[in-house]
């Protein structure tokens, strides 16, 4: 099926470092979500982003909803050894309810 | 729990074999999804459900997957003469009508 370009697809950090990642489409979206799935678990949603150009922050976490609509940013600041996972974006377009989701960038963090 | 869950967490089975796997949504959410995980990949669309509307099904890789939701609420996804392919992390989720999706645990499926 289809799914959006997401890089880096790994990573490893030094705890304390920031992260940067993003996802890039084809197609503009008028929503962006951002999980992170922890070892054996489903996805959690961090944050959502429904306007172009808007900034949203959650604790550490800051995502942006590109200007163009066809991208979004993800950052994590100091990270700390429990940010260690896959973290996915997913996008939609308006009205409809099928999500299509990145391929995921996974984090390791060093201690 | 408030939250979505799914039954079994871990199903082991012989290839040939029909499986069903379980998913209790969010109460109150009226939109269903499956998700098919493979190993180190994304998340693929295989079904939703929308109240009483009729299923979208478009992601359905083969005629031995099916779904129902029975009564608005729980939903069993079915594949029947499993195939080793069909290995993968099946994922289950809910929301309001074209809302942000709220993930189960997921089933782990290995096909022997």
């Known amino acids: 099926g289809q799914q959006l370009n997401q890089s880096p697809q790994s990573m490893f950090i030094q705890e304390g470092e920031d992260v940067s990642m993003n996802c890039t489409s084809s197609s503009i979206f008028n929503t962006w979500l951002w999980y992170k799935q922890d070892p054996g678990e489903g996805p959690v949603l961090l944050i959502a982003l429904y306007k172009a150009g808007e900034l949203t922050s959650n604790g550490r976490l800051t995502a942006q909803f590109g200007i163009t609509r066809k991208d979004s940013f993800l950052n994590i600041s100091a990270s700390i050894p429990s940010d260690v996972g896959i973290y996915f974006c997913?996008?939609?377009?308006?009205?409809?309810?099928?999500?299509?989701f990145g391929t995921g960038t996974r984090l390791k963090v060093l201690a | 729990g408030a939250g979505v869950s799914q039954s079994p967490s871990n199903k082991v089975t012989e290839k040939g074999k029909d499986v069903e796997l379980r998913c209790d949504p969010i109460?109150?959410?009226?939109?269903l999804y499956w998700y098919r995980q493979s190993l180190g990949q994304g998340l693929e669309f295989l079904i939703y459900?929308?109240?009483?509307?009729?299923?979208?099904k478009s992601g359905l890789p083969s005629d031995r997957f099916s779904a129902e939701r029975t009564g608005g609420s729980v939903s069993t996804l079915t594949i029947q003469r499993t195939q080793q392919e069909d290995s993968a992390v099946y994922l289950c989720a809910s929301s309001f009508p074209k809302e942000t999706q709220y993930f189960g645990p997921g089933t782990r499926l290995l096909v022997l």
């Open positions: 109460s109150g959410h009226t939109a």
């Open positions: 459900f929308q109240g009483n509307s009729a299923p979208d």
């Open positions: 997913a996008g939609t377009t308006s009205g409809t309810y099928k999500y299509i």
